[in-house]
């Protein structure tokens, strides 16, 4: 049986979710709560509650918040063991200000310990991948581990952009990822071109493709996800929700769509079911949505009338 293993962030959220429009150099109303998150840890979370198998590789500080991570993680069924409990470093953070409508406004992420993290802590869990399991990272790793994994790692891969700026450390690595997920500030960065109408989609999934990309999963905000997978260049469209939360939803819908996919789904209904699975997790105050469970997905994807364009046929 094919397992996930999980390289990134494991962190601290702490998010501020304004009242009123913000005002700049001020002291602006609002509610503030502390979670944990880091893309790497969400997606793993997700899996777990998906009862994938996947272990975590991260690295935390002995401290409060770093205890909590490993703790949680166990609880809710990721393997935590390849975690990295570091005295005198202090676990990695996420401040982020989110305006009235649950957008992020403005992020500062403290992530210098995965700087920890090298080729001696990484290599037996490379040598420990079958051909069939299936290596998640981000790019919070240090672009030399970055390109390094992508040489040593004999199975699929997988890998989240995170942001535009980071996402230039995904280039020298692009034709050996199985699944790639940006959305479109990172996509157009990488593209060099702006990407808008349906045509320019079609030309961006184009472009991932020559790249030697197996399946790019390219997310659009209100406009939807276009997918390329062999020669099917598809957008998937949704209705609008007034989100509560929106730092985890894109963990989630990745976690759910690489699930989907090693279990054989169909791309159009792996998709779908991704999308719900996002709904449920823009519907939580929680980065990861504890509702999250296989026996939900179809009830989710169900509530969201997708609609689907062949950009191939434009």
């Known amino acids: ?90 676990t990695s953070a996420f401040l982020a200000i989110l305006d009235p409508r649950h957008d992020l406004h403005c992020a500062v992420a403290d992530m210098g310990i995965l700087n920890e993290l090298n080729p001696a802590i990484l290599q037996p869990v490379l040598d420990s991948l079958d051909p069939e399991d299936v290596l998640i990272w981000d790019t919070n790793l240090d672009p030399e581990l970055i390109k390094w994994i992508g040489g040593q790692a004999h199975c699929l891969l997988a890998m989240d952009p995170l942001s535009a700026s980071k996402s230039e450390k995904a280039r020298c690595i692009l034709s050996k990822l199985t699944y790639f997920k940006p959305n479109r500030a990172e996509a157009e960065r990488l593209c060099g071109f702006t990407i808008e109408t349906p045509a320019q989609i079609r030309s961006a999934l184009d472009w991932f493709a020559a790249q030697g990309i197996k399946e790019t999963v390219l997310s659009l905000g209100a406009q939807g996800t276009a997918l390329a997978v062999g020669q099917q260049r598809l957008l998937m469209s949704l209705d609008s929700i007034v989100p ?71």
């Open 1 to 90: 049986m094919s397992r996930f293993v999980v390289i990134g962030g494991a962190n601290v959220d702490l998010i501020g979710s304004a009242d009123q429009p913000l005002r700049l150099h001020d002291s602006n109303p609002g509610t503030i709560q502390t979670m944990l998150g880091g893309v790497g840890r969400n997606i793993a979370e997700n899996l777990a509650r998906l009862q994938e198998p996947v272990s975590l590789v991260s690295a935390v500080g002995d401290d409060s918040f770093g205890h909590w991570i490993l703790e949680q993680g166990r609880q809710c069924g990721i393997d935590m063991r390849a975690v990295q409990l570091l005295k005198g470093q202090r």
């Open 244 to 314: 509560v939360n929106t730092t985890g939803a894109g963990d989630c819908f990745f976690a759910v769509y690489l699930s989907c996919r090693r279990q054989g789904v169909p791309l159009q209904t792996a998709a779908e079911q991704a999308a719900g699975a996002a709904a449920l997790t823009l519907s939580d105050p929680l980065s990861v949505s504890p509702r999250l469970k296989p026996a939900i997905l179809d009830h989710w994807r169900a509530r969201q009338h997708c609609q689907w364009q062949d950009l191939t046929q434009i």
